[in-house]
């Protein structure tokens, strides 16, 4: 017999100390071990096996390399910077998607889940695309140096943009989906007694908000402090950020012992910076009264709503849109579909078969990373849910959002070094794609439930178990109706991340079974204009896809059948 709403409220009421704590504690370390294996064998063992290869010198671990490293002016130069630009990325980036966010939780119109699909297809790209988009609008010869003859390349302005072009979509969804489940009538009751509408956001609403606002803004940091390709496009030789000076240390100049001294730092500073947001948002966390998502949206309302809405659509136009609307017309060209008939060629070059195959291989891969990250970062939400859980059950909530701030470069050399032995062996296997694409995935998925999860009322789940049922009843009957949907979308942002990762996957790939990502980057290495061309056809390719995919899922997320 199903537990009913009505028959937990009650019990809940009369529950003092509930007789399945200890039950439910044991139960939530269970739960802890999959996770925990799982970074501990494709995360932990990988990062430490290339870093102490890069500090081992004759058996002999050289610590005092790391002063030596932090000593040069020009280190020094690349960590400030690398800070400084993931702060003013993330202040720019909330400033700038916060109203969007609101809109799309609060507003009802025609065309607005493939307008969310629109906003969310520019994150998954990779970034060496998102930033060969954006030198085509600022560079030589671009848009903007077309029309009013003004260049930004190889400026700070072009790298932030980039960046908030790139991390709109992570705002917008993560903030914007709690915010659209959030009772408006507390906000009401507020100005009802007397709180102007200002005050009664900043009072009600905002605190409310702020686990899903730190969560985005930690990601946005985290993206913008390991950003790779678009400062390598953007920047020039005048800007570097610490992962490019990995990439450059290892793959340029050959120096293992500093890129493995660089790969400590970025891991420490990361570490600290989740360690600063564990902490604030335990400080911040609240039940909240949840709703359908549905029943909270209507039409704007009056000027200052329509004023919101036109301008939030004329942000999307000009930051969102152009980039990839340029990113259209470089893949037609002078020849109209000259470059996707090439992609199905042979040339025998950078490519042992049709660069057409990537677009099979990425769907294939990201099916499997999604499926891998859902379930991973499902059961660490889960056990991550209650605050009264151990110091090693917190501590795992900041170490699960690691792989956003290491060096994908050091993980996929750390797949390669690692992952080479029995029982271990995987080089060969095509499960190691969908294993490194997955770490990048999970972060995302617990990110994305963990504030909704954390906002379902626990007397709800302990009145269940006083009730009898068992912790894997309770997850179905109390927290599974009420997170639905922010697994749905999880389920989206990992397949989205899955088919944009190139860092780690361009070193475990095959070559004849390369990803949309590391194809575009064969293509946009070699010269010639047909290269570059079959480069923005496959990057388009890539964005039509991840945009029928996301289209889909908001069909599926937004269904009126009252099952969130």
């Known amino acids: 017999m199903d537990l009913t709403r009505t028959e937990v409220t009650r019990a809940g009421k009369r529950a003092g100390k509930p007789a399945g704590t200890v039950r439910g504690s044991a139960a939530r370390l269970g739960l802890m071990a999959v ?38 002016s020009d280190v020094r130069h690349v960590l400030w910077f690398t800070t400084w630009q993931a ?25 607005k889940q493939v307008l969310r699909a629109v906003v969310t297809v520019p994150f998954v790209l990779p970034t060496v695309v998102v930033g060969t988009a954006f030198l085509a609008l600022v560079g030589r010869g671009g848009l903007l140096d077309d029309l009013w003859g003004l260049r930004l390349d190889t400026t700070v302005w072009a ?23 959030l009772d408006p009538r507390q906000e009401e009751a507020a100005r009802m007694l007397g709180a102007s509408r200002l005050r009664a956001w900043r009072q009600v609403t905002l605190p409310a908000l702020a686990p899903a606002v730190a969560a985005a803004a930690l990601m946005v940091f ?69 709703v359908d998502a549905a029943t909270t949206a209507r039409r704007p309302r009056g000027a200052g709503q329509w004023t919101l809405f036109a301008g939030v659509l004329g942000t999307v136009a000009v930051l969102l849109v152009l980039p990839l609307a340029v990113l259209v017309q470089r893949s037609l060209g002078a020849s109209g579909f000259g470059y996707y008939r090439a992609l199905t060629r042979e040339d025998g070059g950078a490519f042992l078969v049709p660069p057409i195959e990537a677009i099979g291989n990425s769907l294939q891969y990201a099916v499997a990373a999604t499926v891998i990250a859902v379930v991973i970062g499902a059961l660490a939400a889960t056990a991550l849910t209650r605050r009264d859980a151990g110091r090693f059950v917190r501590g795992f909530d900041a170490l699960l959002m690691l792989p956003l701030g290491v060096s994908a470069v050091t993980v996929g050399f750390g797949f390669l070094i690692a992952l080479d032995e029995p029982p271990l062996d995987l080089r060969s296997s095509w499960i190691l794609v969908p294993l ?80 949309l990502p590391v194809a575009v980057a064969r293509l946009l290495g070699r010269p010639g204009d047909m290269n570059y061309g079959q480069a923005m056809a496959l990057s388009t390719i890539l964005m039509l896809v991840c945009a029928v995919a996301l289209v889909v899922l908001e069909r599926l997320r937004t269904d009126r059948s009252g099952e969130f």
């Open 35 to 72: 996770p925990v294996a799982f970074f501990a064998v494709f995360f932990a063992y990988p990062v430490a096996a290339i870093v102490a290869r890069g500090l081992e010198v004759d058996g002999v671990w050289r610590l005092g390399r790391i002063g030596d490293v932090l000593a040069q």
């Open 87 to 111: 702060l003013a990325s993330t202040a720019l980036t909330l400033l700038v998607a916060l109203p969007g966010a609101y809109v799309f939780a609060r507003f009802d119109f025609p065309g």
């Open 159 to 181: 790298i932030l943009l980039a960046h908030v072009f790139f991390n709109y979509a992570v705002v917008v969804r993560t903030v914007g989906g709690l915010w659209a489940q």
């Open 222 to 290: 985290l993206f913008t402090f390991t950003s790779f390709g678009v400062v390598q496009i953007l920047g020039g030789p005048t800007f570097s950020t610490l992962e490019v000076e990995i990439y450059r240390q290892t793959s340029q100049v050959f120096d293992l012992s500093t890129a493995a001294v660089l790969t400590l730092i970025q891991f420490a500073a990361v570490a600290a910076v989740l360690a600063v947001h564990a902490w604030t948002v335990r400080r911040r966390e609240s039940a909240l009264r949840l």
């Open 436 to 515: 490194a694409q997955a770490l990048v995935g999970v972060p995302f998925v617990v990110r994305t439930m963990l504030p909704v999860l954390r906002a379902v009322d626990g007397r709800l789940r302990e009145a269940a178990a006083v009730l009898g049922a068992s912790p894997w009843r309770v997850w179905r009957e109390v927290d599974l109706p009420m997170v639905r949907r922010a697994l749905l979308v999880a389920a989206g942002f990992a397949f989205a991340v899955s088919l944009g990762e190139f860092g780690a996957t361009v070193f475990i790939a095959r070559p004849d079974n390369p990803t």
